[in-house]
Structures are given as C-alpha cells and as structure tokens.
C-alpha cells in the first residue's frame, strides 16, 4: 500500500500525479447518431469520471444534452490510471465525487466491486444481452462504454508500408532502435496493458531486448500520440481510436493490424454506489448503452462499440475481421507490480 495524502491506494493501481480539468459542458451541438429515443426530461447534475481526451469528451457531453436538455452534465478528465487513482483516493478519504465513472482498465473496476463502490443496477440492464461476452460483469457491475484496441501508430512520412512490423515481436529488431515511443504505465492505462501482453506473449526477455532499443518515454498517452504525428519518433503502440481521430483531423498518421493481435481490452463504465445524483446518472447511462447512445459514441470518439448491433465506424475495420488479443484484466490488476517491476528495472534503470 502507498499513502497519498490521507489515502492508502492499493500498489496494483499506483500511478503518477496530473493535473484534472473540470468542465460543465450545457451548449448542443448538431451531430446526432439518429432521433429514435424520445427527449429525456430530467434535470439536476451528473458528475462523470473519464479518461477520454477533453476535446471528444466536450463533443460527447454536447450532443448528449440533445437528449437531455435540461440536465447538467460535468466531466472530470484524467488518464485511466489517473482516473482510478483519484477514485480511490475519495473513497478512502470517505467522499464520492462522482455519479459515473468511466476508464480503460478493467481491473481498476473489479476493484472497485470488491470494495462495494458500484451499483450493481447498471450490469442488470436489459442491454447487456446485446453486448459481446467479457465486455460486461453482472456481477461486479460494470458494462464497457467502448472495446478499446491497443496498436501500432505510426508517421507516414517516417514508414513506408513495407516496412511496418507484421508483430508487435519485430519491434524488438535493431531496425527499430531508437524509433519508438510509449507512455509511461504508471499514467497512461493504453502503456500498462501494452506491456503487460507484451510479457504474457513473449516473456520478461522481451520487454528487456523492448527497452534496449532505447524507446522514449513521452509521459501521456497524448504526448505519445504527439510524439508520432510531430515525427520525434516513428511508431507507438496506442489507443487505436486516438490514431483514426488524428488521421480525420489530416495529421500523418496510420495504424497496423499486426499479425500476433491488436490488445483488445474493455473500457468499463461504472454507476457509483451512494452517490448524490444516481437516478440521473443511471438514466444517462442507460442512454450511452443503448444503441442510439453507441452509435453517437463510436461517431464521435471513432471507438469500437462492444455492443453486436453497432458498426465499426466509417473507415475502421469490424472487430471481427481483426487478429484480437485478449487476456484476463482482472487477473492482471493483480500482477501489475511484477509488470511496473519490471518497466522500472528495464526502462527507468537506463
């Protein structure tokens, strides 16, 4: 256990510190998947969690008040392990700060059932029969707001096509030396799950040969993402999402498909238990599960809905026509000390 002020978090889900931006976003926008569901006319406050980037988290609160007008809807934004750190952090301090909460790592949030931080009510919804299996828990009481797929992003100016890996396993050749960035793991959730297939794939002997290629280490996962599009380095292994909403935005920029499986892991959402506004929080939630709420999501994030009825987005491939490697998160929430052993000893000792 680590002590942060009067908090003691548990050291699987350790992370460093950054700032939080906190915004209250009223103003609609135009973009709407389609105008199935009827206007939801509840009001108050919904205070949300999440690690998604502010500029699409600003466009999602905006067309969500479309269908709730007159409900106030505040976001707190932070990486995913930064998100569950300050999560935790409250609730051990005795305090709830948040209606929703929502991140991708998986295993954050079986901690948080184990600790009875979650109403179970949102996994109960009838939804979930549309979700593919390992992307909800009835039982801890999360559902995943997006399939998150970790990737290769690379420079197209800085890589030909020919040149790209076909495994994440050649990324350890010296061709690649001194051409690749990640984030640190301790902040970004996309870096700590890269690693940790990384290790159950190939072993602590790749994650040593990994680090001898001199990777540099831009903190964030969007000083990643920046690192590539500005060409400081080549290629990264990312957030897929985060790489198609750059090309859309015209910076150079791809992902590959690499043979050995894009790391596909859920993104949960979680209702808090206890906290002040949960009706409001459980209806805007049950929204963004629907398929209307989906679609507008996978529209404006560019993300994989893990929901059967909701297609990839315009340009992206189906999930099903991907190589996918999966793993049990919640099994690696508790072996992320050996995996951060391991960075510090490898990465951080250089």
């Given amino acids: 256990m680590a002590s942060i002020g009067d908090a003691f978090i548990p050291r699987r889900l350790l992370g460093a510190g950054a700032s939080l931006a906190l915004l209250a976003v009223l103003a609609p926008t135009p973009f709407r998947a389609q105008d199935t569901a009827p206007v939801d006319h509840s009001s108050g406050t919904v205070r949300i969690y999440v690690s998604l980037a502010t500029s699409a988290m600003t466009k999602l609160v905006a067309a969500m008040n479309k269908h709730f007008p007159n409900l106030k809807i505040d976001f707190v934004r932070a990486g995913s392990v930064e998100t569950v750190k300050r999560f935790v952090a409250e609730r051990q301090a005795g305090r709830i700060g948040a209606d929703l909460i929502h991140g991708a790592d998986p295993g954050g949030f079986e901690y948080f059932a184990e600790k009875g931080w979650l109403d179970t009510r949102l996994a109960a919804l009838p939804s979930t029969q549309d979700y593919r299996e390992g992307f909800f828990d009835r039982k801890a009481g ?209």
């Avoid at 197209?156 to 061709?175: F, G, N, S």
């Avoid at 001194?178 to 290790?199: E, K, Q, V």
């Avoid at 831009?218 to 380095?233: S, Y």
């Avoid at 790391?263 to 963004?288: D, Q, R």
């Fill in 142 to 350: 999360w559902v995943a707001l997006r399939a998150t797929g970790i990737a290769p992003m690379y420079n197209t100016k800085l890589v030909a096509k020919d040149a790209l890996p076909k495994t994440w396993k050649e990324l350890i050749e010296a061709r690649w030396k001194g051409r690749i960035a990640i984030s640190d793991p301790t902040r970004a959730g996309s870096s700590f799950s890269h690693l940790y297939a990384m290790w159950k794939m190939y072993g602590a002997d790749y994650l040593d040969k990994f680090a001898k290629n001199d990777p540099f280490v831009a903190g964030d996962g969007t000083a990643t993402r920046d690192a590539i599009a500005n060409g400081e380095r080549d290629i990264a292994p990312v957030s897929e999402y985060d790489a198609f909403t750059f090309r859309k935005e015209g910076r150079p920029v791809e992902v590959a498909w690499v043979e050995d499986g894009t790391i596909m892991l859920p993104a949960p959402l979680g209702l808090v238990k206890g906290s002040p506004n949960s009706e409001n929080a459980l209806a805007l939630a049950e929204y963004m599960l629907s398929r209307e709420g989906q679609e507008l999501i996978a529209g404006i994030i560019l993300s994989w809905s893990a929901r059967k009825d909701v297609k990839a987005p315009a340009g992206k491939p189906e999930l099903d026509s991907l190589k996918l490697a999966t793993f049990d998160w919640e099994k690696a929430a508790a072996e992320k000390g050996q995996v951060l052993d391991l960075y510090f000893k490898y990465f951080q000792s250089r």
